[in-house]
């Protein structure tokens, strides 16, 4: 059932910019505010959010992590510290297990 | 069925959740965009991509390793943190969970170390936000497994004042659970609260919830999703008032304006299926209340979807077109921000 719900309406996470979105819409964000202020900070437009190609491509500059295990890219605490600075939001986790 | 027998449920699921919630129906036009959804003939349906929203759960890697049917658990022995890295990378959920199985904030606390130990583990390995979720569960503090009263058997037994003062007195037990574990987990990381299946035992469940809200916001700035354990809040009390309002009775339109005032980040609306009722007809009443709610929300709306709510059928394993199409009619006819 949870794949189904993803195939048919999900953003689908760190394969896109779900992770980020949602990150925006736990501070009270309605998902069109979100959707804008996450892609203000990423530098592109909302309907690239949910383009797989382009995000992977955008994570990988801005280190914040992929779906794939690439050596030597962010992952873990380091790419969500990439992440608190890229979104300018605090991730306590980041600040707590540093 | 025929394309008349679905149109005509349709209204009818409209029509009851218009009446029993004094609100407005479904246009007509937004009923033949759900007739056209529900009538395509192929397996998977979706959104464009442009109207694609994010998933919060009160469930998540309980799906792989949970074994019981509630969980809709396929019971492969995995661990809490592989599992969260599986629903992360391989299925691409936008947020990861953890939930001790039991899922009520009582019981967590003798477990509360393991816990933290295992969010850890999540919190170093994924990269999403991590929700903790768990129930408020106010049966839970009935004798034997807790000091009251069970406050049924008092009023069934002709009790009635009794009955409601050893309610009242249950809030309070609750809200101070679920304040307690959320601070420990909070101090590892974790980044939203779900109280989930909220007012499962009626307005008290509600009431210690909103009241938890309250305090955890005050004390920790933490983001807290509230979701629902049904679309009416049964009044076992009957009396009991937040903010000056009766909570017995409402409906998610009016209990999404109780979480706002409580300070909740993220509602999560159930709308329940009726068994003896057809898909279409369960799918065009969650949609016409989930709309009302999103209507007056000023926070993301996240309507449950799982077996037997929101318009899904009640089944262990729910059809591919079944949750597809209901999940691609939500997101488009009732304006939410995620499920």
Redesign the interface.
């Known amino acids: 059932?949870?794949?189904?719900?993803?195939?048919?309406?999900?953003?689908?996470?760190?394969?896109?910019a779900?992770?980020l979105?949602?990150?925006m819409?736990?501070?009270?964000?309605?998902?069109g505010e979100?959707k804008e202020y996450v892609a203000g900070k990423l530098g592109v437009g909302?309907?690239e959010l949910?383009?797989e190609y382009r995000m992977k491509e955008v994570r990988e500059e801005l280190d914040?992590?992929t779906?794939m295990a690439m050596p030597g890219a962010a992952?873990?605490?380091r790419?969500?510290a990439n992440?608190a600075e890229v979104l300018d939001i605090k991730?306590?986790?980041?600040d707590?297990?540093r | 069925m025929s394309k008349e027998d679905i149109r005509s449920d349709i209204e009818a699921g409209c029509n009851d959740a218009a009446d029993r919630g004094k609100i407005s129906a479904l246009s007509e036009d937004a009923q033949e965009r759900l007739l056209e959804i529900l009538i395509a003939p192929e397996r998977v349906a979706s959104v464009e991509p442009e109207d694609t929203v994010v998933f919060s759960t009160d469930n998540g890697y309980h799906s792989l390793y949970g074994n019981f049917s509630e969980a809709g658990g396929v019971g492969i022995p995995i661990d809490s943190t592989t599992a969260n890295m599986l629903m992360e990378r391989a299925f691409g959920f936008d947020s990861v969970f953890y939930g001790w199985l039991d899922f009520s904030f009582k019981s967590s606390k003798a477990v509360i170390t393991q816990q933290q130990q295992e969010i850890e583990s999540i919190l170093t390995n994924t990269l999403s936000p991590l929700i903790y979720g768990a129930m408020p569960n106010l049966g839970g503090y009935y004798k034997p497994d807790g000091p009251f009263d069970n406050v049924g058997d008092l009023m069934a037994e002709g009790k009635i004042l009794e009955g409601m003062e050893t309610y009242e007195k249950l809030v309070d037990h609750a809200k101070n659970d679920i304040v307690w574990v959320s601070e420990q987990v909070t101090r590892i990381g974790t980044e939203c609260i779900n109280i989930d299946t909220t007012a499962s035992a009626g307005d008290g469940g509600f009431l210690s919830s909103l009241k938890a809200c309250e305090e955890l916001k005050k004390r920790t700035g933490l983001s807290i999703e509230m979701g629902m354990a049904s679309e009416f809040v049964m009044g076992i009390h009957g009396g009991l008032e937040y903010e000056g309002n009766v909570l017995a009775g409402m409906y998610p339109h009016k209990q999404v304006e109780m979480a706002e005032k409580a300070g909740v980040d993220i509602f999560g609306p159930v709308v329940n299926t009726n068994t003896r009722k057809s898909t279409p007809w369960n799918i065009a009443r969650a949609i016409t209340f989930t709309l009302e709610c999103s209507k007056v929300a000023n926070i993301p709306i996240h309507p449950n979807m799982g077996m037997g709510v929101g318009g899904l059928p009640m089944a262990e394993m729910p059809p591919v077109d079944a949750v597809t199409k209901a999940s691609r009619a939500m997101v488009e006819l009732a304006e939410v921000d995620g499920i």
Do not use: F, N, Q, W
């Not at chain 1, 819409?25 to 998902?31: A, D, H, I, P, V």
């Not at chain 1, 991730?91 to 980041?94: G, H, R, T």
């Open positions: 059932m949870t794949v189904a719900h993803g195939m048919a309406s999900g953003m689908h996470g760190v394969r896109t779900g992770d979105v949602m990150r819409e736990m501070k009270g964000m309605r998902l979100a909302v309907p949910s383009d914040i992590g779906v992952k873990g605490l790419a969500k992440i991730i306590p986790c980041v707590i297990l």
